[in-house]
């Protein structure tokens, strides 16, 4: 019996290449163990045939930034060992059409940005590419952000234009929102970097009940027909 090692080690042994050049082929998706493609580079190995699939090459898998649907109900991951559960592969988007074959390095030190309170769903990102970590988190470039809001009560005469001039509710200064109704019992409200609650206390504020909301835009960035809990890149040519 062999001691397991591990398959970085066991490939470049068995390619004579060098131990970061085989831990690409394997992060890459491109090492096969009995059949079964292994994308972990630390994953032990014995006896195990090994198998090198034509055309691999060891190329960095470059960074990534992902689009989630998150379903109401349930809290933003913000730990990079939670985004990964909530971003697994089982829930990539299948009509996603950017073409990228998910890897686990796609998932793995995600960075969760623009977080929803867990009763709210929609649109979250996540992303391990600095620019946009550093774009969505400098606090002078506050993106627009769009809501679509259930509602019950009578609203205050005139309260959607109060919450364009800005509203005060509770001791608070809310953040001005444009406002207008999509139906009898929904409305969509854009607003700019609103704070925990700020939906729901702006919707108090002219005398409505929130029933449930739902992000559907960040800036440019639209969530679309993107299902519920499911994921997708984003695409080469988008731009917030």
């Known amino acids: 019996m062999t001691d397991p090692i591990r398959l970085s080690k066991r490939l470049a042994e068995q390619l004579g290449c060098s131990r970061r050049e085989a831990e690409l082929y394997i992060e890459g998706g491109w090492v096969k163990v009995d059949g079964k493609v292994i994308e972990a580079p630390f994953f032990k190995i014995g006896s195990q045939q090994i198998e090198l699939l034509p055309g691999a090459t060891a190329t960095e898998v470059p960074p990534v930034t992902l689009l989630l649907h998150k379903p109401a109900g349930q809290p933003t991951a913000t730990d990079p060992a939670d985004a990964q559960r909530q971003l697994s592969s089982a829930e990539h988007w299948a009509g996603d059409g950017a073409r990228i ?140």
Do not use: N
């Not at 969505?136 to 509602?151: H, S």
């Not at 959607?160 to 509203?167: D, M, Q, R, S």
């Not at 509710?169 to 999509?182: C, E, F, M, V």
């Open 101 to 240: 074959a998910p890897r686990a390095r796609h998932l793995a030190r995600q960075t969760a940005l623009l977080p929803l309170e867990p009763d709210v769903s929609g649109l979250v990102l996540f992303s391990q590419q600095r620019e946009v970590i550093r774009k969505l988190a400098d606090p002078r470039g506050k993106l627009e952000q769009e809501y679509v809001v259930e509602v019950a009560g009578e609203p205050e005469e005139g309260g959607l234009a109060l919450l364009a001039k800005g509203i005060g509710h509770r001791g608070k200064i809310l953040p001005k929102a444009k406002a207008s109704w999509q139906s009898e019992t929904r409305l969509r409200i854009v607003v700019h970097a609103p704070r925990p609650g700020d939906l729901r206390q702006l919707c108090e504020a002219i005398g409505l009940q929130m029933l449930s909301c739902k992000r559907i835009r960040i800036g440019r960035l639209s969530m679309a027909k993107l299902p519920v809990g499911e994921w997708r890149f984003l695409g080469e040519h988008e731009r917030f």
